[in-house]
């Protein structure tokens, strides 16, 4: 499972208020203990006023990357904002996100030309979300095609089919598999991400709901996912699922696990 760490973000009252202090030290240990339980790419994200969006991101980046090794995932709505704070960035990392919707597309995926940057790519247009099975994957197509222009293979894309809300759409999980197993016919080295808890949104005890989730999108080919990785009970979840779907020989990474207290 690729763990993209997503406690770096503007919207959690405890960043906002770092932000609003210059509180580095808050932000280097938020990413410190994410990168020790094991993320992937650590998710920054300002979610501040538009005018202060790319001096604050430019912050972000600068205090994670003295804090950890880890590669970023630079991620806001507004497409120029990383265009504007790519170059800060002083290793590959990942981009959040590319869509159909404005000039997503022809705004980051040059920047991606000729390096191993990774992307987000979410299944919306300016249209929204849409509902349909047959429309996410037909964005999905139109993003990878629009990606093979600039050099940028299937593999080096994280397709997020931005799972429905359980509470509103009932079929929301049996779509959400139905658009991975498609996705993947098409494109067989593609990563399928989520941004996991948008699952339980408006019920209560969500984290049951997220953990039941995770295991079966793990199941249904989910390799990717925007989430917490020092949630215990998350990551067990994940090393508990590959090593019953027979993904982890001799459960050697649940056990490891558990002896580093990561589970």
């Known amino acids: 499972m690729i763990i993209i760490g997503e406690k770096i973000n503007g919207t959690i009252p405890a960043i906002k208020e770092a932000i609003e202090k210059r509180d580095a030290k808050l932000i280097a240990e938020r990413a410190q203990k994410q990168e020790q339980a094991g993320a992937d790419f650590i998710d920054v994200c300002a979610g501040t006023a538009p005018e202060l969006e790319i001096e ?20 806001s709505p507004n497409p ?3 265009e504007a704070v790519f170059k800060y960035v002083n290793k590959p990392g990942l981009i959040n996100s590319i869509s159909q919707e404005g000039d997503k597309c022809e705004v980051l995926l040059p920047l991606m030309e000729g ?8 299944t919306c247009d300016n ?19 629009k990606a093979a222009k600039f050099g940028i293979a299937p593999d080096r894309i994280h397709i997020d089919p931005c799972v429905m809300a359980l509470s509103t759409h009932n079929d929301s999980l049996q779509n959400f598999t139905r658009e991975i197993s498609e996705i993947r016919a098409l494109y067989p080295t593609i990563h399928i991400t989520s941004g ?8 209560p005890a969500r984290s049951l709901m997220n953990k039941t989730f995770m295991a079966l999108a793990i199941q249904a080919g989910m390799d990717s996912a925007v989430m917490d990785p020092t949630n215990q009970d998350m990551m067990g979840t ?10 982890d020989k001799y459960c050697r990474a649940y056990s490891k696990a558990f002896r580093q207290g990561k589970i």
């Open 56 to 75: 604050t991101l430019k912050w972000l980046i600068g205090v994670v990357q003295e804090a950890t090794e880890t590669p970023l995932c630079i991620d």
């Open 80 to 82: 120029r904002v990383i």
């Open 115 to 122: 390096n191993p940057w990774e992307v987000i790519g979410l």
């Open 127 to 145: 249209k929204g979300i849409p509902c349909d099975v047959q429309t996410k994957v037909d964005i999905a197509k139109i993003m990878v095609d």
């Open 196 to 203: 996991l808890s948008n699952i339980s949104f408006g019920l």
């Open 238 to 247: 994940i090393f508990a699922a590959y090593a019953l779907l027979g993904k």
